[in-house]
């Protein structure tokens, strides 16, 4: 169990909530993605400096175990069925394996543009591809051919998998879903129920259905079954009095059903859809959350802070504008609230 003294400590960050740890050493530029391997409290990042980075969190430490060098910005990366084997992409249009015992990669991917989505499937046993040349390619790790290859309407920006469940999301505001028993052809397909792009996916814990962030601080929760329509809602989020931020990540607590979003405000909260009720908000970080992500048993979530382009070329320094990775040791805070809780807070919130 990964403990720590709140609150103390010279890793601790002013500009972030108190208690959250930041990881060592800090990455050369924005992190694009964070992954937890499912088997152990090893943890990757891919950054836009070209680099992959994995640490491992022991007791009360976060120790660097490795990290590599690629040729281009790398965009996504994911765990294989175990915590020896990470997978990961990019920029220079190519997906890679990288076998953490032996420290060596193997190109295992490639695509006409940049990759922005990888997954390994293990009820599949192949690698999952998304990338901007509008393409989805599924991979056996051997080839170097895709065993099956799927086109898009448009640019692959952002998608998730949940069991047999794969949402895409493209340019356009357009989202196929498919089935992974079925993977040819999308059995839904939709336009976002959101009015501005589509900036990231997260799928539930149980299948069911996703929750979809935009550029314009909203998020929908929508369901694949027709039937549960009327669940389907969407909220206003990420907002600073009149100034509108994008929803950069979404992740699911794995155990308990509740999310976190982070966005170019600067800010993470956690959120329980079921009964439409923010649990919890966190103080401002001085820079935009790029990216956010839960181990394997929820009991860690970590997010990163870097520059995200939201002001364009003119609202970034250099010299103040530092990446950082930090972890926040989770508790009751994501825990939906009891039925007469919420009656009380919805009470409370009326009479505002």
Same mark, same amino acid.
């Given at each position: 169990?990964?403990?720590?003294?709140?609150?103390?400590?010279?890793?601790?960050?002013?500009?972030?909530?108190?208690?959250?740890?930041?990881?060592?050493?800090?990455?050369?530029?924005?992190?694009?993605?964070?992954?937890?391997?499912?088997?152990?409290?090893?943890?990757?990042?891919?950054?836009?400096?070209?680099?992959?980075?994995?640490?491992?969190?022991?007791?009360?430490?976060?120790?660097?175990?490795?990290?590599?060098?690629?040729?281009?910005?790398?965009?996504?990366?994911?765990?294989g069925?175990?915590?020896?084997?990470?997978?990961?992409?990019?920029?220079?249009?190519?997906?890679?394996?990288?076998?953490?015992?032996?420290?060596?990669?193997?190109?295992?991917? @490639?695509?006409?543009?940049?990759?922005?989505?990888?997954?390994y499937?293990?009820?599949?046993?192949?690698?999952?591809?998304?990338?901007?040349?509008?393409?989805?390619?599924?991979?056996? #790790?051997?080839?170097?051919?895709?065993g099956?290859?799927?086109?898009l309407?448009?640019?692959?920006?952002?998608?998730d998998?949940?069991?047999?469940?794969?949402?895409? #999301?493209?340019?356009?505001?357009?989202?196929?879903?498919?089935s992974?028993?079925?993977?040819?052809?999308?059995?839904?397909?939709?336009?976002?129920?959101?009015?501005?792009?589509?900036?990231?996916?997260?799928?539930?814990?149980?299948?069911?259905?996703?929750?979809?962030?935009?550029?314009?601080?909203?998020?929908?929760?929508?369901?694949?079954?027709?039937?549960?329509?009327?669940?389907?809602?969407?909220?206003?989020?990420?907002?600073?009095?009149?100034?509108?931020?994008?929803?950069?990540?979404?992740?699911?607590?794995?155990q308990?059903?509740?999310?976190?979003?982070? #966005?170019?405000?600067?800010?993470?909260?956690?959120w329980?859809?079921?009964?439409?009720?923010?649990?919890?908000?966190?103080?401002?970080?001085?820079?935009p959350?790029?990216?956010?992500?839960?181990?394997?048993?929820?009991?860690?979530?970590s997010?990163?802070?870097?520059?995200?382009?939201?002001?364009?070329? #003119?609202?970034?320094?250099?010299?103040?504008?530092?990446?950082?990775?930090?972890?926040?040791?989770?508790?009751?805070e994501?825990?939906?609230?009891?039925?007469? @809780?919420?009656?009380?807070?919805?009470?409370?919130?009326?009479?505002?």
């Open positions: 169990m990964f403990t720590v003294e709140r609150g103390t400590g010279s890793n601790i960050n002013p500009n972030v909530q108190l208690g959250d740890i930041e990881v060592q050493p800090e990455p050369g530029d924005s992190i694009s993605q964070i992954s937890w391997s499912k088997k152990s409290n090893h943890f990757v990042a891919t950054s836009w400096d070209n680099h992959i980075y994995c640490w491992e969190v022991t007791n009360d430490r976060i120790n660097p175990v490795s990290s590599l060098t690629l040729d281009a910005p790398l965009l996504t990366c994911a765990w069925d175990d915590f020896k084997t990470v997978y990961f992409a990019g920029c220079d249009n190519k997906g890679y394996m990288w076998d953490l015992q032996s420290n060596q990669m193997t190109q295992i991917a @490639q695509h006409e543009a940049p990759i922005k989505f990888i997954r499937i293990p009820e599949k046993n192949c690698i999952l591809t998304g990338g901007w040349d509008k393409k989805i390619h599924y991979w056996d #790790g051997k080839s170097s051919n895709p099956l290859s799927v086109d309407s448009d640019k692959f920006f952002c998608g998998v949940s069991g047999e469940l794969f949402v895409v #999301g493209t340019a356009e505001r357009k989202i196929q879903i498919y992974l028993n079925s993977p040819n052809t999308p059995f839904r397909e939709l336009e976002s129920p959101l009015k501005f792009q589509s900036r990231c996916i997260s799928c539930f814990p149980y299948k069911s259905g996703f929750a979809i962030g935009s550029i314009e601080g909203r998020i929908a929760i929508h369901h694949v079954n027709p039937g549960d329509n009327q669940k389907n809602f969407a909220f206003k989020c990420h907002r600073q009095q009149n100034d509108v931020y994008a929803v950069n990540d979404i992740a699911f607590h794995p308990l059903g509740t999310f976190a979003t982070c #966005g170019s405000d600067g800010t993470y909260h956690f329980d859809k079921d009964s439409k009720q923010r649990l919890k908000a966190f103080k401002q970080c001085y820079l959350i790029t990216c956010c992500s839960f181990n394997g048993d929820g009991s860690l979530f997010y990163a802070i870097g520059y995200d382009w939201c002001k364009g070329s #003119g609202g970034f320094n250099s010299n103040t504008m530092k990446s950082h990775i930090f972890i926040h040791p989770t508790g009751d994501l825990k939906a609230r009891p039925q007469n @809780q919420q009656q009380g807070q919805n009470n409370n919130n009326n009479r505002r």
